[in-house]
């Protein structure tokens, strides 16, 4: 078994270079005709995911907390790109409002293709350590404001008997994780399999709903911009074009960017725990 240090410097050997060419993508225009709803699309990787699936030619909608935002995005996208753009304000800790603006979407744009379960955050503390309520509050925006997002996103799919959905998880999702990132893991490791039980009553029930679960590694953004250099990082702006061709080859599971993460993803299954926690 190697030791964290051994394994990055058997991967500094590796032509590690992320896949952010979107060129064949833009230029089929593979997204035309189609619409994209994403969560948490104010800023981060959803932000940046709706800028690249636009320039694919997709219909966007967006939602997020904070509409200001949005709508500065959409004046952007639709200065660049000939395709429809909406917007609505959604507190993902509003599990009502979930149903309730997934299906407005719906009803306005006839149909969804795909939808992006992105809407999270970052947060934790050490538990034990008085913090329950940040700690209370990572797990019910990332798990359970996350299945409400899936519930609503399944019951347009299986009206009408097609969709994509997708949901954003976590390299963190692999181990449990030491320190700020204990819940934080946790949350990441449950939506994810929440996904994998879509996927296999999608499989049972043999209904042409795709579902795919994306595990981002360090990708700088501003939810983390103030946080120490991480291990194989890349900026923003690599990690959403590595996002938007992972997520358009529709996939059951994908780290992205895929090289190093999907060899450090064995490596996080199998080393002991102590050296895992060299991540953190």
Request: net charge neutral; charged share 20%.
């Amino acid at each position: 078994m190697l030791t964290l240090s051994q394994l990055m410097q058997q991967l500094q050997q590796t032509v590690m270079t992320p896949n952010t060419d979107l060129s064949t993508l833009v230029s089929q225009q593979v997204g035309q005709g189609k619409t994209v709803l994403i969560t948490g699309a104010s800023s981060g990787l959803g932000a940046g995911m709706a800028r690249h699936f636009a320039s694919m030619g997709y219909n966007l909608a967006l939602c997020a907390r904070r509409t200001e935002r949005l709508d500065t995005l959409k004046r952007e996208i639709l200065a660049q790109y000939p395709v429809n753009v909406s917007v609505k304000a959604l507190d993902v800790a509003d599990y009502d409002q979930v149903f309730t603006v997934f299906r407005d979407f719906a009803q306005e744009f006839g149909k969804i293709d795909r939808i992006i379960v992105n809407a999270g955050v970052g947060e934790g503390r050490r538990i034990g350590k008085g913090a329950f309520d940040i700690n209370r509050k990572t797990a019910e925006i990332n798990f359970i404001s996350g299945l409400a997002q899936c519930e609503a996103a399944m019951e347009i799919f299986r009206a009408q008997n097609s969709g994509h959905l997708v949901v954003i998880s976590s390299m963190s999702a692999m181990r449990g994780l030491p320190k700020h990132l204990t819940t934080y893991a946790a949350s990441k490791a449950g939506i994810a399999h929440l996904a994998e039980g879509i996927r296999a009553d999608m499989l049972a029930a043999e209904l042409p709903i795709k579902v795919s679960t994306i595990y981002p590694g360090y990708i700088r953004t501003e939810i983390n911009e103030g946080a120490k250099p991480l291990p194989f990082e890349v900026t923003e702006e690599v990690g959403t074009k590595a996002l938007a061709i992972a997520i358009e080859g529709e996939p059951d599971e994908a780290c992205v960017p895929a090289m190093p993460w999907s060899l450090v993803q064995q490596w996080m299954k199998t080393a002991p725990l102590k050296w895992v926690n060299q991540l953190s």
